[in-house]
C-alpha cells in the first residue's frame, strides 16, 4: 500500500508539473526550464557531489550516453511540455503526456525489436487515436487544412524527446550511481538551458518576472518537487511493485490535471478531451496490463 500511495502522489506531483507550468506560462518557456533545473542542481549538490567526484572516471568513460539522458530527459522534455502551455490547454498537455507509456512501447518494438501482443495493438490504436483526437480537436478539417494547434504539435516533440530518453535509460543509466549521475545531468541541462534563457531575457524581458512572488513559488515547486521528490518517490515505486504496473499510475495524470485545471486554473474541460482521455488512458492500461502479465508467464 506504501508503493501504491508513493506512486499516487507522484502522479499528482507530475500533474501539479503541468498546472504551475501553465500558470506561471506568462515566463517564457526555456526561462522556466532552465530554473527548474537550476533549484534542482543546488538541492541535489550536497547529496550528489560525492557520488559525482566517485565516479567521475564513469561520467568520462560514457560522457556520450550521459550527454543524450542530460539533455532529452532533463533539459528538453521539460522545455517542450512549458513550451506547449503557451499555447494549448493543461489538459490537453496531460492526455498526450499520459500517451508516452504505449509509444515507448511502440518505438521500442520498432529500434528494439520487442514483439507486441494482438491484444497490445490494441491498445496501442485505442491511446495513439486518442491523442490524435485530441489533436485534431475531433474535426478531420482540421487534419485537411493542417490546422494544428502549435502547442499540441510541440507536445509531440516532448513525448518524442521522453521515448528517446528511455530507451536511453534502459541501455545506460544502470552504468550510473544515483545521485551522482543526476547532479551531473543537471549540471549539463544547466549549461545548455543558461544561453537559450538569456535570449529570451534579451529579445521577451523575461527575467525580472522571475522575482513576482507567484512565478518565485511556482519555479520552486517546480525546481523540488517534480524534479527530486516525485523521482525518489516513484523509483521507490517501482522498486515495489515493477515497472509495468507502475507505468499504470500515469493513467491518473489526466484526471489529477483536469482537476487541478477546474479548480486553480478555470480551464473548461471539452467533451472532446474527455474522450480523448478516455481513449489514451484505455489503451495504456490494455498496452500495459498485457504488457505485465506476458512478463511475469515468461518469469
Do not use: C
Request: no cysteine.
Amino acid at each position: 500500500m506504501k508503493a501504491y500511495l508513493f506512486l499516487i502522489i507522484t502522479a499528482i506531483i507530475f500533474s501539479g508539473n503541468i498546472i504551475v507550468g501553465k500558470a506561471i506560462n506568462e515566463l517564457p518557456p526555456y526561462t522556466i526550464a532552465f530554473f527548474r533545473v537550476f533549484i534542482a542542481l543546488l538541492v541535489v549538490l550536497p547529496i550528489g557531489l560525492r557520488q559525482a567526484r566517485q565516479y567521475q572516471h564513469v561520467f568520462l568513460k560514457e560522457w556520450k550516453p550521459l550527454l543524450g539522458l542530460a539533455l532529452t530527459g532533463v533539459a528538453f522534455f521539460n522545455s517542450f511540455i512549458y513550451a506547449s502551455l503557451q499555447f494549448t490547454s493543461s489538459t490537453n498537455v496531460a492526455i498526450m503526456e499520459s500517451a508516452i507509456p504505449v509509444v515507448t512501447i511502440l518505438f521500442s518494438m520498432i529500434f528494439l525489436k520487442e514483439k507486441l501482443a494482438g491484444v497490445q495493438w490494441v491498445g496501442v490504436i485505442l491511446s495513439v487515436g486518442g491523442a490524435i483526437w485530441v489533436i485534431t480537436e475531433g474535426s478531420w478539417q482540421v487534419v485537411r487544412d493542417l490546422a494544428f494547434n502549435i502547442g499540441d504539435v510541440i507536445m509531440i516533440a516532448a513525448i518524442l524527446t521522453w521515448v528517446a530518453y528511455s530507451i536511453l535509460v534502459k541501455f545506460h543509466m544502470m552504468k550510473f550511481p544515483v545521485y551522482g549521475s543526476l547532479l551531473v545531468m543537471l549540471a549539463i541541462a544547466n549549461a545548455v538551458l543558461f544561453p537559450i534563457a538569456v535570449i529570451e531575457w534579451v529579445v521577451i524581458d523575461g527575467f525580472p518576472a522571475v522575482f513576482q512572488i507567484n512565478h518565485a513559488l511556482g519555479l520552486l515547486y517546480l525546481g523540488i518537487f517534480p524534479s527530486l521528490i516525485a523521482l525518489l518517490l516513484w523509483n521507490k515505486g517501482v522498486e515495489e511493485v515493477g515497472p509495468s504496473q507502475a507505468s499504470v499510475f500515469l493513467n491518473l495524470l489526466p484526471v489529477f490535471t483536469i482537476i487541478g485545471s477546474l479548480l486553480f486554473l478555470g480551464e473548461n474541460v471539452t467533451l472532446i478531451e474527455m474522450i480523448g482521455a478516455l481513449l489514451v488512458i484505455s489503451g495504456v492500461l490494455l498496452t500495459t496490463k498485457t504488457k505485465a502479465e506476458k512478463q511475469r508467464q515468461l518469469s
